[in-house]
Each structure stands twice: as structure tokens, then as C-alpha cells.
């Protein structure tokens, strides 16, 4: 085996101006400026490192993780601090833990909390861009409210996922869903009321909280109703995937609860 330790680093970052975690050519990502930092910090590139899921362009993480391949065992607490001065001021480092080596950080369980963050009736200040989505008009937020509720339990999310692998298991469980006045992402820039999108559960499909998201959207607009949110939900829906998706900067995977 080519790294004979594992580590496993907890992370907080913003992500509004990186493509997502996922390497892409020609494309400024997360896990790419990861991984120069710890290039630095090693003086090295013999090690390897993978995330707990991708995220979007544009998508923030409260809570994320990743595990890291090396040969050498590290003095965690230096480590920390050397990795947290080579990183850009968009990210933190948390935490760093050793794992066992054949601890796979993609297929370990888990359960996600995933926050969308919105508000509506004024525009918002420019430096709220990249956490919350404004809207000028109004939205019923009430009739959100009861829409979001609708998510809850086991569904058919065919509807709310785009280019799907073959194979994909679209008859999923969301633990939790609620919309609330948000009282969590706060600054004297943001609006003096907003709300979050709260949503729980083990997996989610290829942008699904996004479609969710507008579909609430387009709910609160008047352009929609419940009934359309019930229907769209059933094993029998017509399996073509929503063309309205939420914008990605106010969404938030807010926290992540790990089976170690």
C-alpha cells in the first residue's frame, strides 16, 4: 500500500468564488486549492486526498470533510497550524483526526444538513450575495412554509435531479424539511428579515435541494400549488426533471453527522 496513514480533517470554507470541489480543467476549485495548500505545507505532493461529497459553483460548506493519504504520521496540533496559514482566507481548518487506513470517507454514513438561505421584498446589500438570495417582489412565505413540509418522508425525487448515472436511486428519505425565520447567518449587511430552507437526510440527488428550493420558490410567487409539490413527489410522476433551479450561492451544506 502505497500511504500507510489516514487522516481525516474537518473543513469550513466559502465557496463563492470557486467552481465547486470537484478538479476541473480550466476551472479555479476547492479541492485543487486543497491540495496546493498542503503541497506547501508538506513541501511535497506525495499524498492523496478525497472529499465527503462534491458541491456546486458557488455552494459554502459550514461543515465538510475530507480524508487524507499519507506515508508520514503528522503532529496534528503543527500540522493544523500550518495548514490554516497556507490556506486562502476562504477557508478554515477545523479539526484533524487520525482514521483508520482503510476508512473510506465517500461510503462512510452519514446524514447531511443542507441550508438555503433567501430573502424577499427589497434588494439586498451587495456584500449579501454570497450567502443569501434576494428577491424584490414578495413571496407567500406561509404557503412556503406548508410546501417545505411536503418534502418530508420517503419520496420519488425523479423530478428533482438532472443527468442522473445509470443507476441512480431516485426513492429517497428526507428526515426533516422546514422553512424559518433565520436566526443562524447573520450580519449588519444582511436584511433585517430572512429565512432559511433547512433540510436532513442520508443522500441527495444531483441538485436536488436547488430544484426544491425553486420549486418553493415558484410556489410562494403563486406560480405553483401544493398540489403540484404532492404530485410531483408520487412513483408515478412523469420523471422529467424541473427546468426552474435555485441559485447556488444560497445554498449551505450547514453541518454533517459522521458514522466513524
Known amino acids: 500500500m502505497k500511504y500507510s496513514k489516514s487522516y481525516l480533517i474537518h473543513l469550513q470554507f466559502l465557496g463563492f468564488r470557486f467552481s465547486g470541489w470537484q478538479k476541473q480543467t ?20 506525495d499524498f492523496k486526498t478525497l472529499g465527503i461529497g462534491r458541491t456546486d ?5 459550514n461543515s465538510f470533510y475530507m ?3 499519507i506515508k508520514e504520521v ?27 487506513i482503510k476508512f473510506n470517507i465517500i461510503q462512510a454514513s452519514k446524514i447531511k444538513e443542507y441550508h438555503y438561505y433567501f430573502s424577499f421584498g427589497a434588494k439586498n446589500h451587495p456584500f449579501s450575495a454570497p450567502f443569501i438570495i434576494g428577491f424584490l417582489e414578495n413571496l407567500d412565505i406561509e404557503q412556503m412554509v ?3 413540509k411536503l418534502f418530508e418522508g420517503e419520496h420519488y425525487f425523479h423530478k428533482y435531479c438532472t443527468k442522473p448515472s445509470e443507476g441512480t436511486i431516485f426513492k429517497r428519505t428526507i428526515d426533516s424539511c422546514e422553512i424559518v425565520e433565520n436566526t443562524i447567518l447573520t450580519a449588519n449587511f444582511f436584511p433585517e428579515k430572512s429565512y432559511v430552507l433547512k433540510v436532513r437526510g442520508k443522500g441527495f440527488l444531483r441538485y436536488q435541494i436547488r430544484f426544491m428550493m425553486a420549486t418553493l420558490f415558484e410556489l410562494g410567487k403563486g406560480n405553483l400549488d401544493l398540489q403540484f409539490i404532492e404530485t410531483s413527489l408520487k412513483e408515478d410522476n412523469d420523471r422529467k426533471f424541473l427546468r426552474n433551479i435555485a441559485p447556488s450561492s444560497g445554498l449551505q451544506l450547514y453541518d454533517i453527522e459522521l458514522q466513524l
Open 57 to 61: 459553483a458557488k455552494v459554502s460548506a
Open 146 to 148: 406548508k410546501g417545505a
Open 74 to 100: 503528522l503532529d496534528e496540533s503543527n500540522f493544523l497550524g500550518s495548514f490554516n496559514s497556507n490556506l486562502p482566507g476562504d477557508f478554515k481548518a477545523m479539526s484533524i483526526k487520525e482514521v483508520a
Open 26 to 45: 480550466n476551472a479555479k476549485t476547492l479541492h485543487e486549492m486543497v491540495d496546493k495548500s498542503l503541497s506547501f505545507v508538506f513541501e511535497h505532493a
Open 67 to 69: 480524508q487524507l493519504f
